[in-house]
Every structure is written in C-alpha cells, then in structure tokens.
Nanobody, 122 residues
Framework: QVQLVESGGGLVQAGDSLRISCAAS????????VYWVRQAPGKEREFVAS????????TYKDSVKGRFTISRDNAKNTVYLQMNSLKPEDTAVYYC???????????????WGQGTQVTVSS
C-alpha cells in the first residue's frame, strides 16, 4: 500500500529557510515521479517541484526557481523540499504526490499525502 507522509512544516519569518519531508512507503522513491504541490487559502493547488524517477531530473515553478530545491534520499525512501528565502506568498499547505507515470500539465497524480502547513510571516 502506497503511503506518503509529509512533515517539517511550521511558522517562519520572511527570508528564513525550511525543509519539509515526504516519507514514502509501499514503493521506492526512485521508481516513481514525486511532486510537491501547494495550496494557499482560497486558491487552487499549484505545482511547485518535481523529481523524475531513476535519473532524478528536477523541475520547478518559475517563482521558486533558485530558492527551492527538491531532492531524495533513496536509503531513507524520502523526498525533501528545501525552501530558502521564503516569502509570505509561499504560505500554503504543501502536499507530496507520487505517480509511476509522468503527468505532464496535469496534477492527477495517483498518490497524495495529507499535507503540511507552511506559514511565512512578513
């Protein structure tokens, strides 16, 4: 049974850094595409970052490029999102999602975590 459990969210100030984690079970993280998606209050979910299976190629939403880094630790079966220079507009619930297939242009991923709240105060 595939499960994704996010952790590490919290309240930080603008300019701070935070690393959130996505612990996976039921599959190994380097065999699935893994995504970070966020949803701010009153807004739709939006793609933040992805890491491809096997090779580990990464992609990012334009507004987080240079500030956020997605990575994985195969030994811990965990995917991370390192967030630096956080801004108030980064405030959202951050979800980890996974899929064995690449879902270009859509967020209809097969598996989702429960989310972790990230709040950035100004």
């Amino acid at each position: 049974q595939v499960q994704l459990v996010e952790s590490g969210g919290g309240l930080v100030q603008a300019g701070d850094s935070l690393r959130i984690s996505c612990a996976a079970s039921g599959f190994t993280v380097n065999t699935f595409w893994v995504y970070w998606v966020r949803q701010a209050p009153g807004k739709e979910r939006e793609f933040v970052a992805s890491i491809s299976k096997v090779v580990g190629s990464t992609t990012y939403k334009d507004s987080v490029k240079g500030r956020f880094t997605i990575s994985r630790d195969n030994a811990k079966n965990t995917v991370y999102l390192q967030m630096n220079s956080l801004k108030p507009e980064d405030t959202a619930v951050y979800y980890c999602a996974a899929d064995p297939v690449y879902r270009r242009g859509t967020m209809t991923y097969d598996y989702w975590g429960q989310g972790t709240q990230v709040t950035v105060s100004s």
